[in-house]
T-cell receptor, first 113, second 113 residues
Framework: AQSVTQLDSHVSVSEGTPVLLRCNYS??????LFWYVQHPNKGLQLLLK??????LVKGINGFEAEFKKSETSFHLTKPSAHMSDAAEYFC???????????FGQGTTLQVKP | DGGITQSPKYLFRKEGQNVTLSCEQN?????MYWYRQDPGQGLRLIYY???????QKGDIAEGYSVSREKKESFPLTVTSAQKNPTAFYLC????????????FGQGTRLTVV
């Protein structure tokens, strides 16, 4: 069975400082992993995805994530936070053998001026 | 423009009434999904469908029903058996091959009074 745990429900950073949003996953098969962002009352937008190619994945808006199989982690980072990054972030796992997408609980990122 | 469309954006219903939420995609995607989003609980899978005329229950299917008569359409009915239907509902679609990402609609906010 697949599952995903986002280790922080809320993260607060100052503008211009690094962002780290943590995600651990569990999957019986080789997983596909995704990070999505959601702004208030909006749909979800894909930030980046891992599908068994390079372990360091670069996404939009300066975000990147590293797939670490030994640690079953897929943490999202950004070197310098911007006010517009304030949103809800979701880590998602999909097993290659099923069509299901499993979401983490979400992490709210607050960016302070 | 290709995309996934949910309608309406806001929906109000009286308690005890069934209501149907629309989801249409013109991306030629195989799979379609319905999620429910409540504050602090992330996205929970209601139903998903990988092929026309077939669908599977997700984690919280009780009180909901779906149909997949056409590849492009996956309507969700919230029945009177759903004990707490007020929520934000998101529809998604994706190709099933290659670990591709899901595309999301803008959501429907259902309020039952």
């Amino acid at each position: 069975a697949q599952s995903v745990t986002q280790l922080d429900s809320h993260v607060s950073v100052s503008e211009g400082t690094p962002v780290l949003l943590r995600c651990n996953y569990s999957s019986s098969y080789s997983p596909s992993l995704f990070w999505y962002v959601q702004h208030p009352n909006k749909g979800l937008q894909l930030l980046l995805k891992y599908t068994s190619a390079a372990t360091l994945v670069k996404g939009i808006n300066g975000f990147e994530a590293e797939f670490k199989k030994s640690e079953t982690s897929f943490h999202l980072t950004k070197p310098s936070a911007h006010m517009s990054d304030a949103a809800e972030y979701f880590c998602v796992v999909s097993a290659l053998n099923t069509g299901k997408l499993i979401f983490g609980q979400g992490t709210t990122l607050q960016v302070k001026p | 423009d290709g995309g996934i469309t949910q309608s309406p954006k806001y929906l109000f219903r009286k308690e005890g009434q069934n209501v149907t939420l629309s989801c249409e995609q013109n991306l030629n995607h195989d799979a379609m999904y319905w999620y429910r989003q409540d504050p602090g609980q992330g996205l929970r899978l209601i139903y998903y469908s990988q092929i026309v005329n077939d669908f599977q229950k997700g984690d919280i299917a009780e009180g909901y029903s779906v149909s997949r008569e056409k590849k492009e359409s996956f309507p969700l009915t919230v029945t009177s058996a759903q004990k707490n239907p007020t929520a934000f509902y998101l529809c998604a679609s994706r190709l099933l091959s290659g670990g591709t990402e899901a595309f999301f609609g803008q959501g429907t906010r259902l309020t039952v009074v």
